[in-house]
Nanobody, 124 residues
Framework: QVQLVESGGGWVQAGGSLRLSCVAS????????MGWFRQAPGKESEFVAV????????YYADSVKGRFTLSRDNAKNTEYLQMKSLKPEDTAVYYC?????????????????WGQGTQVTVSS
């Protein structure tokens, strides 16, 4: 059973940067699409960014395009979310996810493995 563990969250002032990491264990995710979703208090889960199994296809939410960069290192079973120019509205719990498919999906219900989440707080 694949387990995902996120790290890198924290508190940052608006305009700052954070880098989230997600490491998979218990199996390889080199053939799996992966992604990040987030959930702010009182709001529904929101798609952030997804990446295909080989990194060739990426898709970003409009709200983060140009500020966030998703990448993966299959040799390390890890994906990364580099977040720059952070805004208070980026405050949320960020979840790493992987699905039993090589190809991306923006629908969180199509992901099979989830991390426990890491809190990102951006102050104004």
């Amino acid at each position: 059973q694949v387990q995902l563990v996120e790290s890198g969250g924290g508190w940052v002032q608006a305009g700052g940067s954070l880098r989230l990491s997600c490491v998979a264990s218990g199996g390889t995710v080199s053939s799996n699409a992966m992604g990040w979703f987030r959930q702010a208090p009182g709001k529904e889960s929101e798609f952030v960014a997804v990446i295909s199994w080989n990194g060739a296809t990426l898709y970003y939410a409009d709200s983060v395009k140009g500020r966030f960069t998703l990448s993966r290192d299959n040799a390390k079973n890890t994906e990364y979310l580099q977040m720059k120019s952070l805004k208070p509205e980026d405050t949320a719990v960020y979840y790493c996810a992987a699905r039993r498919s090589r190809y991306i999906s923006k629908d969180y219900s199509e992901y099979d493995y989830w991390g426990q989440g890491t809190q990102v707080t951006v102050s104004s």
